[in-house]
T-cell receptor
Framework: GDSVTQTEGPVTVSESESLIINCTYS????????LFWYVRYPGEGLQLLLK?????QKGSSRGFEATYNKETTSFHLQKASVQESDSAVYYC?????????????FGLGTTLQVQP | DPKIIQKPKYLVAVTGSEKILICEQY?????MYWYRQSAKKPLEFMFS???????DNQTASSRFQPQSSKKNHLDLQITALKPDDSATYFC????????????FGPGTRLTVL
Protein backbone atom coordinates (compact mmCIF):
# COMPACT_ATOMS: atom_id res chain seq x y z
CA GLY A 1 0.00 0.00 0.00
CA ASP A 2 0.90 3.68 0.16
CA SER A 3 3.19 4.64 3.01
CA VAL A 4 5.77 7.10 4.27
CA THR A 5 8.88 6.33 6.30
CA GLN A 6 10.93 9.08 7.88
CA THR A 7 13.88 9.49 10.21
CA GLU A 8 13.06 8.26 13.66
CA GLY A 9 13.54 10.98 16.23
CA PRO A 10 14.35 12.74 18.28
CA VAL A 11 17.07 14.38 16.26
CA THR A 12 19.30 16.75 18.21
CA VAL A 13 21.59 19.23 16.49
CA SER A 14 23.39 22.35 17.59
CA GLU A 15 22.47 25.78 16.30
CA SER A 16 24.11 26.63 12.95
CA GLU A 17 24.73 22.97 12.12
CA SER A 18 23.25 21.38 9.02
CA LEU A 19 20.23 19.10 9.11
CA ILE A 20 18.78 16.32 7.03
CA ILE A 21 15.58 14.46 7.87
CA ASN A 22 15.06 11.49 5.59
CA CYS A 23 11.74 10.65 4.00
CA THR A 24 11.02 7.80 1.62
CA TYR A 25 7.65 6.86 0.27
CA SER A 26 5.86 3.96 -1.33
CA UNK A 27 3.03 4.85 -3.70
CA UNK A 28 1.33 1.85 -5.22
CA UNK A 29 -1.86 3.59 -6.38
CA UNK A 30 -0.24 6.40 -8.36
CA UNK A 31 3.09 6.85 -10.13
CA UNK A 32 3.78 10.44 -9.11
CA UNK A 33 2.16 11.46 -5.85
CA UNK A 34 2.27 14.96 -4.40
CA LEU A 35 4.80 15.36 -1.59
CA PHE A 36 4.58 17.61 1.44
CA TRP A 37 6.45 18.54 4.57
CA TYR A 38 4.30 19.73 7.46
CA VAL A 39 5.59 21.10 10.75
CA ARG A 40 4.19 21.46 14.26
CA TYR A 41 5.95 24.09 16.37
CA PRO A 42 5.54 23.86 20.15
CA GLY A 43 2.08 25.03 21.17
CA GLU A 44 0.92 25.46 17.59
CA GLY A 45 -1.11 23.48 15.08
CA LEU A 46 0.14 21.49 12.14
CA GLN A 47 1.07 23.72 9.20
CA LEU A 48 2.50 23.28 5.74
CA LEU A 49 6.22 23.88 5.41
CA LEU A 50 6.66 23.09 1.73
CA LYS A 51 5.26 20.99 -1.07
CA UNK A 52 6.37 19.64 -4.44
CA UNK A 53 3.94 18.14 -6.91
CA UNK A 54 6.27 17.56 -9.86
CA UNK A 55 8.94 14.88 -9.83
CA UNK A 56 12.45 16.29 -10.06
CA GLN A 57 11.49 19.68 -8.65
CA LYS A 58 12.70 21.25 -5.41
CA GLY A 59 10.59 23.05 -2.87
CA SER A 60 11.89 25.53 -0.33
CA SER A 61 10.60 27.56 2.59
CA ARG A 62 12.09 29.19 5.68
CA GLY A 63 15.56 28.00 4.66
CA PHE A 64 14.44 24.38 4.30
CA GLU A 65 14.63 22.50 1.01
CA ALA A 66 13.39 19.18 -0.27
CA THR A 67 13.78 17.60 -3.71
CA TYR A 68 11.27 15.16 -5.17
CA ASN A 69 13.38 12.19 -6.30
CA LYS A 70 11.26 9.63 -8.14
CA GLU A 71 14.19 7.27 -8.74
CA THR A 72 14.86 6.79 -5.06
CA THR A 73 11.26 7.62 -4.02
CA SER A 74 12.62 10.11 -1.52
CA PHE A 75 11.84 13.62 -0.35
CA HIS A 76 14.49 14.42 2.25
CA LEU A 77 14.27 17.68 4.16
CA GLN A 78 17.48 19.68 4.47
CA LYS A 79 18.65 22.92 6.00
CA ALA A 80 22.16 24.27 5.85
CA SER A 81 22.13 26.05 9.20
CA VAL A 82 19.43 25.41 11.78
CA GLN A 83 18.23 27.84 14.40
CA GLU A 84 16.81 27.20 17.83
CA SER A 85 13.41 28.34 16.52
CA ASP A 86 13.41 25.36 14.12
CA SER A 87 12.78 23.03 17.05
CA ALA A 88 9.53 21.30 16.13
CA VAL A 89 8.04 18.05 14.87
CA TYR A 90 8.36 17.54 11.12
CA TYR A 91 6.01 15.32 9.12
CA CYS A 92 6.52 14.04 5.60
CA UNK A 93 3.25 13.36 3.75
CA UNK A 94 2.03 11.84 0.51
CA UNK A 95 -1.00 13.12 -1.40
CA UNK A 96 -2.76 13.03 -4.73
CA UNK A 97 -3.61 9.38 -4.35
CA UNK A 98 -6.88 7.43 -4.24
CA UNK A 99 -8.52 9.37 -7.06
CA UNK A 100 -7.70 12.78 -5.66
CA UNK A 101 -9.88 13.10 -2.60
CA UNK A 102 -7.49 15.14 -0.54
CA UNK A 103 -6.29 12.17 1.46
CA UNK A 104 -2.82 12.69 2.91
CA UNK A 105 -0.69 9.84 4.23
CA PHE A 106 1.70 10.97 6.94
CA GLY A 107 4.90 9.61 8.35
CA LEU A 108 5.33 9.20 12.09
CA GLY A 109 6.96 12.59 12.49
CA THR A 110 10.49 13.50 13.46
CA THR A 111 11.11 15.61 16.53
CA LEU A 112 13.93 18.09 16.00
CA GLN A 113 15.64 19.65 18.99
CA VAL A 114 18.08 22.43 18.24
CA GLN A 115 20.47 23.22 21.05
CA PRO A 116 21.73 26.79 21.48
CA ASP B 1 -8.45 34.80 15.67
CA PRO B 2 -8.43 31.05 15.18
CA LYS B 3 -9.38 30.06 11.66
CA ILE B 4 -10.36 26.48 12.48
CA ILE B 5 -12.19 25.88 15.71
CA GLN B 6 -12.47 22.46 17.27
CA LYS B 7 -14.56 21.84 20.35
CA PRO B 8 -14.01 20.57 22.93
CA LYS B 9 -10.25 20.60 23.39
CA TYR B 10 -10.37 17.61 25.74
CA LEU B 11 -13.07 14.98 26.06
CA VAL B 12 -13.39 12.04 28.42
CA ALA B 13 -16.04 9.43 27.67
CA VAL B 14 -17.08 6.04 28.97
CA THR B 15 -17.10 2.90 26.86
CA GLY B 16 -20.33 2.51 24.94
CA SER B 17 -21.29 6.18 24.99
CA GLU B 18 -21.66 8.58 22.06
CA LYS B 19 -19.88 11.88 21.49
CA ILE B 20 -19.84 14.60 18.86
CA LEU B 21 -16.66 16.46 17.97
CA ILE B 22 -17.25 19.91 16.57
CA CYS B 23 -15.31 21.57 13.74
CA GLU B 24 -15.86 24.97 12.18
CA GLN B 25 -13.61 26.71 9.69
CA TYR B 26 -13.56 30.38 8.76
CA UNK B 27 -11.18 30.19 5.83
CA UNK B 28 -13.84 30.05 3.13
CA UNK B 29 -12.75 26.57 2.09
CA UNK B 30 -15.01 24.09 0.35
CA UNK B 31 -13.12 20.96 1.35
CA MET B 32 -12.94 19.65 4.89
CA TYR B 33 -11.31 16.60 6.45
CA TRP B 34 -10.99 14.53 9.59
CA TYR B 35 -7.77 12.87 10.70
CA ARG B 36 -6.94 10.88 13.81
CA GLN B 37 -3.68 10.37 15.65
CA SER B 38 -3.33 7.61 18.23
CA ALA B 39 -0.32 7.21 20.48
CA LYS B 40 2.83 6.25 18.56
CA LYS B 41 0.94 6.09 15.26
CA PRO B 42 1.01 8.45 12.31
CA LEU B 43 -1.75 10.91 11.59
CA GLU B 44 -4.42 8.83 9.86
CA PHE B 45 -6.90 10.11 7.27
CA MET B 46 -10.55 9.39 8.07
CA PHE B 47 -12.87 11.42 5.78
CA SER B 48 -12.90 14.13 3.19
CA UNK B 49 -15.84 16.30 2.19
CA UNK B 50 -16.23 18.72 -0.68
CA UNK B 51 -19.18 21.12 -0.89
CA UNK B 52 -20.74 19.16 1.97
CA UNK B 53 -20.58 15.90 0.05
CA UNK B 54 -18.56 12.87 1.14
CA UNK B 55 -15.56 12.33 -1.12
CA ASP B 56 -13.62 9.65 0.69
CA ASN B 57 -14.17 7.45 3.71
CA GLN B 58 -11.20 5.48 5.01
CA THR B 59 -12.68 4.39 8.32
CA ALA B 60 -13.60 0.75 8.59
CA SER B 61 -16.34 1.36 11.13
CA SER B 62 -19.78 2.89 10.68
CA ARG B 63 -19.53 4.12 14.27
CA PHE B 64 -17.83 7.19 12.86
CA GLN B 65 -20.24 9.51 11.07
CA PRO B 66 -19.36 12.97 9.77
CA GLN B 67 -22.14 15.55 9.81
CA SER B 68 -22.09 18.69 7.68
CA SER B 69 -24.95 20.99 8.64
CA LYS B 70 -23.35 24.05 7.08
CA LYS B 71 -20.72 24.60 4.42
CA ASN B 72 -18.06 25.52 6.99
CA HIS B 73 -18.97 22.84 9.54
CA LEU B 74 -17.92 19.22 9.63
CA ASP B 75 -18.69 17.53 12.93
CA LEU B 76 -17.77 13.96 13.77
CA GLN B 77 -20.22 11.75 15.62
CA ILE B 78 -18.76 8.66 17.26
CA THR B 79 -21.11 6.05 18.67
CA ALA B 80 -20.54 3.01 20.88
CA LEU B 81 -17.17 4.37 21.97
CA LYS B 82 -14.32 1.95 22.67
CA PRO B 83 -11.01 2.50 24.48
CA ASP B 84 -9.25 2.03 21.11
CA ASP B 85 -10.98 5.19 19.90
CA SER B 86 -8.80 7.19 22.30
CA ALA B 87 -6.81 9.56 20.11
CA THR B 88 -6.47 13.17 19.10
CA TYR B 89 -8.88 14.02 16.29
CA PHE B 90 -7.89 16.78 13.88
CA CYS B 91 -10.15 18.65 11.53
CA UNK B 92 -8.63 20.28 8.45
CA UNK B 93 -9.78 22.28 5.46
CA UNK B 94 -8.46 23.40 2.10
CA UNK B 95 -9.40 24.88 -1.22
CA UNK B 96 -10.90 22.28 -3.50
CA UNK B 97 -7.56 21.61 -5.17
CA UNK B 98 -6.16 18.35 -4.00
CA UNK B 99 -2.60 19.70 -4.11
CA UNK B 100 -3.55 22.63 -1.92
CA UNK B 101 -2.31 23.18 1.60
CA UNK B 102 -4.53 21.69 4.23
CA UNK B 103 -5.02 23.87 7.30
CA PHE B 104 -5.36 21.94 10.53
CA GLY B 105 -7.29 22.70 13.66
CA PRO B 106 -5.80 22.33 17.15
CA GLY B 107 -7.41 18.93 17.70
CA THR B 108 -9.75 17.31 20.21
CA ARG B 109 -8.09 14.84 22.53
CA LEU B 110 -10.54 12.03 23.26
CA THR B 111 -10.01 9.55 26.06
CA VAL B 112 -12.36 6.60 26.36
CA LEU B 113 -12.37 4.85 29.72
Amino acid sequence: GDSVTQTEGPVTVSESESLIINCTYSATSIAYPNLFWYVRYPGEGLQLLLKVITAGQKGSSRGFEATYNKETTSFHLQKASVQESDSAVYYCALGGITGNTGKLIFGLGTTLQVQP
Amino acid sequence: DPKIIQKPKYLVAVTGSEKILICEQYLGHNAMYWYRQSAKKPLEFMFSYSYQKLMDNQTASSRFQPQSSKKNHLDLQITALKPDDSATYFCASSQEDWTAEQFFGPGTRLTVL
